[in-house]
């Protein structure tokens, strides 16, 4: 049952760098892309392409880790990880890719919260 969690989690982390990349690499590409030629309804039609692969790893990583069908976890804590996930891919990907952002001692006290909020969420 562990490989499952183990799975989900690593799931979670693919389907959140391609969501990031949906969301917001369109802000750091937007000189490649040329929004002239693509215009927005272009490249909201290549968000969702990019979308689709989140998706194909999400919706397995759900699957697998719901106690529902198996896995060792709630919907509301699969909820919670996600979110957990969620950030820390951002953030990541934010500060090594994109160069937007400098981690500061704000984050790392929301990011202690969060994992506070995930253990809290996870208590019986």
Do not use: C, D, K
């Not at 183990?6 to 969501?19: A, E, G, H, Q």
């Not at 934010?94 to 981690?103: I, P």
């Amino acid at each position: 049952m562990a490989w499952r969690g183990l799975l989900t989690i690593v799931l979670l982390v693919i389907s959140n760098t391609f969501m990031t990349f949906a969301w917001y690499g369109h802000l750091r590409y937007s000189g490649r892309l040329e929004a002239g030629r693509f215009g927005i309804v272009g490249i909201v039609l290549l968000s969702w392409m990019i979308a689709l692969f989140e998706y194909a790893f999400m919706i397995p990583a759900n699957r697998i880790g719901y106690i529902g069908t198996g896995g060792p976890f709630t919907m509301v804590q699969l909820r919670a990880i996600q979110e957990a996930v969620s950030l820390t891919v951002f953030a990541v990907i934010a500060t090594t890719v994109f160069g937007t952002m400098r981690l500061q001692w704000n984050h790392l006290v929301g990011f202690v919260l969060l994992v506070a909020a995930v253990y809290f969420i996870f208590r019986t």
